[in-house]
């Protein structure tokens, strides 16, 4: 598949999956505070679905909460992608944006102490 039509479709995947993993999980604002896909990546045969995933809160049982709810999640996947081959979601935990908070932190305090 070309890329620029993988590239459509994972932006098509990854905002389907945000909307149903907001359906699917009941309170996932309290238990995991905000989750967030922070990219998708399809192989190029159309086998997988990675989901790269974190929260705030709970971030050790986020990854056995999407397990537990896969199945309904990759059901309502076949059912609203309109392709031939829908790809079998893996769901991966990353805390990438972990490191960027950092990141952000110190360089807002490397500000301060410049206009000081």
Same mark, same amino acid.
């Given at each position: 598949m070309k890329q620029d039509r993988l590239k459509k479709l994972e932006s098509v995947a990854q905002e389907l999956l945000s909307k149903i993993i907001f359906e699917e999980i009941e309170d996932s604002e309290k238990i995991f505070w905000i989750i967030t896909i922070l990219w998708v990546?399809?192989? =190029?045969? *159309? =086998? +997988? *679905?990675?989901? +790269?995933? =974190? =929260?705030f809160k709970n971030q050790d049982t986020l990854a056995h909460t999407l397990a537990r709810h896969w199945y309904d999640i990759q059901k309502r996947m076949n059912k609203e992608l309109w392709i031939r081959k829908v790809p079998k979601i893996r769901f991966r935990y990353s805390d990438e944006w972990e490191f960027v908070w950092h990141i952000n932190k110190i360089i807002s305090e490397l500000e301060i102490n410049d206009k000081e």
């Open positions: 990546k399809i192989s =190029s045969d *159309l =086998s +997988y *679905l990675d989901v +790269y995933i =974190s =929260s």
